[in-house]
């Protein structure tokens, strides 16, 4: 079936689904297939359950009309997605990637313009080559803009994302230590990430740029408009008030603003907050509707969250972690103003080669500065000769929050994905 046609029927059930479990009546189902998983062999069932069609690429399973056979159903739903992005000829797509922030600022971005556009954006942390085409799919004919995160642990795959989101702006937030074992060093994450400016430079976008970052300067050189956003010689500039915890800023120049008090952990979230800004401007969101939406952003999701628990306040930020965003998340917390302060810090993933040294950095940082304890749970942590309190995973280490009885303390809890650091909480 050519795309033409599987789009005709789209447009006539506009609801697609990859899993079952989630299925709703009229939903059209792709069979997509995993390592542990074959989702051709649902098909049936989906149909049997209410879908209005299901596609498939084995033989075997196109059993009836209402399945659709293709060659491949992974690059059938991709492209799909790039016919229907092809649909919104006049909207701006805003493609947002970078190794820490992405999914924070892809929140602020979509709060801000939100109060002033229909503004579609990625659900969560829908952010791969199922999670993208996913999230195109999802926008309806009354959307004014489009704000969509792209996550990458290897080279080609920003490339390969731009080629159906078609984004007309981009925003790199930072290229860091994270995915180092697929990207082959930092050198190969910011020739990575850095081909969304690539999409951008050969197709006339738009590029907003913190102006701090020397590598982005470079990275952007070549792109038709460049907007800049930093702490000094941008178009918009902002410093920090106070983080303690919650981050407040200034807008010192490109916008009335003025100052802006989030609910936001960190002052390592400036930049994220200087880009909303940023973009709202660009589009022109009025300055109050800005400040509105930037302070009445609550994260979730384990991202810089403030957590009180009786008399403690944990900082939970527990969705991921890398090198860069495990050393920022040590010093901010150091230097809040507390008493009593605890780190419970899982092991950080996709390290590669590398791993051993960059667990042996935090833990060298970590030793710079009191704290009440340190528990440092899993992955190369347990390869390390330290002086902290060692455990295996985070249920041991829930098991040993639960039996210190904390009052009064604050407690930063911060791991890669893997680790779940999230369940000492729970």
């Keep these: 079936m050519q795309i033409e046609e599987l789009y005709k029927i789209y447009r006539q059930f506009p ?11 009229g939903d059209i189902f792709f069979a997509l297939k995993g390592d542990n998983f074959n989702g051709n062999s649902f098909a049936r069932q ?5 879908a209005a069609y299901a596609v498939v690429d084995e033989k075997k399973f196109h059993t009836g009309e209402k399945i659709i056979l293709v060659e491949d159903v992974l690059i059938t739903l991709q492209q799909l997605a790039k016919h229907h992005r092809e649909q919104f000829k006049n909207i701006p797509f ?45 926008i309806e004919p009354d959307a004014e803009m489009a704000v969509i995160e792209m996550g990458a642990n290897h080279q080609k795959e920003i490339a390969g994302y731009c080629e159906y989101t078609q984004p007309t702006h981009g925003v790199i937030t930072n290229c860091g230590k994270a995915h180092l074992e697929g990207f082959d060093g930092v050198e190969g994450v910011r020739k990575g990430k850095g081909e969304l400016y690539d999409y951008l430079r050969y197709n006339n976008g738009t590029a907003f740029v913190m102006w701090d970052y020397d590598y982005l300067r470079e990275m952007s050189k070549g792109i038709p408009t460049v907007i800049t956003y930093g702490t000094k010689n941008a178009l918009i500039e902002g410093t920090v008030i106070e983080s303690n915890p919650f981050l407040e800023v200034s807008i010192t120049k490109g916008s009335e603003t003025g100052n802006i008090k989030s609910h936001l952990v960190g002052d390592y979230n400036l930049p994220n907050i200087l ?10 969101v009025p300055d109050k509707k800005i400040i509105s939406a930037i302070e009445n952003y609550m994260p979730s999701n384990s991202r810089s969250q403030m957590i009180e628990k009786g008399s403690n306040k944990i ?19 150091a230097n809040l103003k507390a ?11 996709e390290l590669g080669e590398e791993s051993l040294d960059e667990h042996k950095a935090i833990i060298q940082l970590i030793g710079q500065y009191n704290w009440t ?12 000769n330290h002086p902290f309190f060692s455990l295996n995973n985070s249920t041991e280490a829930k098991e040993w929050f639960e039996k210190q009885n904390f009052h009064n303390t604050h407690i930063l809890v911060k791991g890669s994905r893997s680790m ?4 000492v909480l729970e």
Excluded: W
């Design 315 to 333: 900082i939970l930020d527990a969705y991921n972690a890398n090198p860069s965003s495990m050393k920022l998340a040590i010093e901010n917390f």
């Design 373 to 384: 304890s340190v528990v440092l749970v899993g992955g190369d942590f347990l390869k390390c």
């Design 420 to 423: 779940r650091m999230e369940k």
């Design 275 to 284: 880009l909303a800004v940023t973009v709202g401007k660009h589009f022109n």
């Design 339 to 349: 008493d009593n302060k605890v780190l419970m810090l899982g092991g950080m993933a």
């Design 46 to 50: 989906a149909i049997e359950n209410g």
């Design 94 to 138: 805003i493609a947002i990637t970078g190794s820490n922030g992405k999914t924070t600022t892809k929140e602020l971005v979509h709060t801000v313009l939100s109060t002033t556009f229909k503004t579609y954006t990625t659900e969560g942390n829908l952010n791969n080559h199922i999670g993208i085409p996913l999230t195109i799919l999802k």
């Design 15 to 25: 609801s697609v689904q990859t899993d079952t479990r989630k299925l709703k009546q």
